[in-house]
């Protein structure tokens, strides 16, 4: 396996074949994003134009996990499979894989900026009063292009059949839910740091948790071609989004793309929209105070953003999903309560995944584990409580961002 380095990665893309030789004259470099996962480089040539050079790498064991070559294939069936070729706007361009050497090339979006780090926690020095905190017309666009990969792959045998072959990621039932862990092994207690041990025993303590989680996941239906990472960071948008004033002008226009298909299986599409709102309430729930000192409510009225400012955007990406694939709800008759449960186990899984990477637990991961209980064992009072109305009131009028 060739090991890519910034000391070679010159010497790659000549012998790569994508591009001319005088193209890589003058090449300049730059760290890209930094992870146990993978090295990535960015690329410039002369004329400006970038590229991402990402290679896998492997475990502490050894083991590659080929997410790269998993998004290879998606981005191979979106251009193959003649009704998703319209959606090919909506992604980040790959343009080589190199099965051999576990290394993408892809296209650098110049021009964008993530959602989560560009514009939902950037700072409001400096703008003008009359823009929102959190812009409503983004999170419609997304929910609208996650509803045309949803419909356009659903029962789709052609789909079905590329995100399942050999060496794709999770071609079989959701492992999300594998990572929320049943009991507390010995093995686990050996190798989890004890604020993670903690966490999995507070929601032990709820029966009513586990039976609510195990009825969730019951009604986990696998029917379409899924994100299974779809969070804020995976996101871009083009810097010019507040000139754009539609989805059919976005879409023309690229304005949004969903990346980091590394992890796109075979999945349930209702989970990938819960996937999807958790981010929002997330972004509420960590914006509490937290304090050893202060008392649970206090932390939870400290919020710098609250329910109320997250509400909009999770009304209209259920509103604008259901208008560009209405027919879920007939193929899922308990669309919502099913979509309110796993937006309590994304809650769940998000908050043990960073319990597990910040090896802390704080006041808002345990409050986030009493919303979750609330939303899995009490989904039709919890929708009223989340999205401030009922379902005939959430469905019955939709909204074009």
Same mark, same amino acid.
């Given at each position: 396996?060739?090991?890519?380095?910034?000391?070679?990665?010159?010497?790659?893309?000549?012998?790569?074949?994508?591009?001319?030789?005088?193209?890589?004259?003058?090449?300049?470099?730059?760290?890209?994003?930094?992870?146990?996962?993978?090295?990535?480089?960015?690329?410039?040539?002369?004329?400006?134009?970038?590229?991402?050079?990402?290679?896998?790498?492997?475990?502490?064991?050894?083991?590659?996990?080929?997410?790269?070559?998993?998004?290879?294939?998606?981005?191979?069936?979106?251009?193959?499979?003649?009704?998703?070729?319209?959606?090919?706007?909506?992604?980040?361009?790959?343009?080589?894989?190199?099965?051999?050497?576990?290394?993408?090339?892809?296209?650098?979006?110049?021009?964008?900026?993530?959602?989560?780090?560009?514009?939902?926690?950037?700072?409001?020095?400096?703008?003008?009063?009359?823009?929102?905190?959190?812009?409503?017309?983004?999170?419609?666009?997304?929910?609208?292009?996650?509803?045309?990969?949803?419909?356009?792959?659903?029962?789709?045998?052609?789909?079905?059949?590329?995100?399942?072959?050999?060496?794709?990621?999770?071609?079989?039932?959701?492992?999300?839910?594998?990572?929320?862990?049943?009991?507390?092994?010995?093995?686990?207690?050996?190798?989890?740091?004890?604020?993670?041990?903690?966490?999995?025993?507070?929601?032990?303590?709820?029966?009513?948790?586990?039976?609510?989680?195990?009825?969730?996941?019951?009604?986990?239906?696998?029917?379409?071609?899924?994100?299974?990472?779809?969070?804020?960071?995976?996101?871009?948008?083009?810097?010019?989004?507040?000139?754009?004033?539609?989805?059919?002008?976005?879409? /023309?226009?690229?304005?949004?793309?969903?990346? $980091?298909?590394?992890? !796109?299986?075979? &999945?349930?599409?209702?989970?990938? =929209? *819960?996937?999807?709102?958790?981010?929002?309430?997330?972004?509420?729930?960590?914006?509490?105070?937290?304090?050893?000192?202060?008392?649970?409510?206090?932390?939870?009225?400290?919020?710098?953003?609250?329910?109320?400012?997250?509400?909009?955007?999770?009304?209209?990406?259920?509103?604008?999903?259901?208008?560009?694939?209405?027919?879920?709800?007939?193929?899922?008759?308990?669309?919502?309560?099913?979509?309110?449960?796993?937006?309590?186990?994304?809650?769940?899984?998000?908050?043990?995944?960073?319990?597990?990477?910040?090896?802390?637990?704080?006041?808002?991961?345990?409050?986030?584990?009493?919303?979750? /209980?609330?939303?899995?064992?009490?989904?039709? $009072?919890?929708?009223? !409580?989340?999205? &401030?109305?009922?379902?005939?009131? =959430? *469905?019955?009028?939709?909204?074009?961002?």
């Amino acid at each position: 396996m060739f090991l890519l380095s910034h000391h070679n990665v010159t010497e790659y893309l000549s012998n790569s074949g994508v591009f001319a030789q005088q193209e890589l004259s003058g090449l300049a470099l730059e760290v890209g994003k930094l992870n146990t996962k993978n090295f990535s480089i960015i690329a410039t040539l002369q004329d400006g134009r970038k590229f991402i050079v990402k290679q896998e790498r492997p475990t502490l064991s050894g083991i590659l996990s080929q997410e790269i070559f998993n998004e290879w294939q998606f981005q191979s069936m979106m251009g193959d499979i003649p009704q998703l070729n319209i959606l090919q706007v909506f992604i980040r361009e790959m343009l080589v894989y190199d099965h051999d050497n576990f290394i993408a090339i892809y296209k650098y979006l110049d021009n964008y900026q993530e959602l989560y780090t560009g514009i939902l926690r950037s700072p409001m020095a400096g703008r003008s009063p009359s823009r929102k905190v959190l812009p409503l017309t983004i999170p419609g666009w997304v929910a609208a292009i996650l509803a045309q990969i949803h419909r356009s792959t659903f029962n789709c045998e052609a789909a079905y059949t590329y995100v399942t072959q050999a060496g794709s990621f999770w071609h079989k039932q959701g492992a999300a839910f594998t990572f929320l862990q049943s009991r507390i092994t010995p093995e686990i207690l050996s190798i989890m740091h004890p604020d993670y041990i903690k966490f999995i025993s507070l929601y032990q303590r709820y029966e009513s948790l586990e039976q609510a989680r195990l009825e969730a996941i019951s009604s986990w239906r696998a029917c379409s071609v899924v994100h299974n990472d779809l969070n804020i960071a995976n996101i871009l948008v083009h810097e010019d989004w507040e000139n754009i004033t539609s989805f059919h002008e976005a879409q /023309k226009q690229s304005a949004t793309k969903i990346i $980091d298909w590394e992890r !796109s299986s075979w &999945g349930d599409p209702v989970f990938d =929209l *819960a996937s999807f709102i958790t981010n929002y309430i997330t972004l509420w729930l960590s914006s509490m105070i937290i304090d050893p000192s202060i008392e649970m409510e206090e932390s939870v009225s400290s919020a710098e953003i609250k329910l109320e400012d997250v509400r909009p955007s999770i009304v209209i990406i259920v509103r604008e999903y259901l208008q560009y694939f209405p027919e879920i709800t007939q193929y899922f008759p308990d669309f919502f309560k099913k979509l309110i449960q796993f937006i309590g186990l994304s809650l769940i899984i998000q908050t043990q995944a960073k319990i597990e990477h910040h090896k802390k637990l704080v006041n808002s991961d345990i409050y986030c584990l009493q919303v979750a /209980k609330s939303l899995l064992c009490r989904p039709q $009072d919890s929708l009223i !409580s989340i999205f &401030g109305m009922t379902e005939k009131e =959430l *469905a019955g009028v939709t909204v074009s961002a």
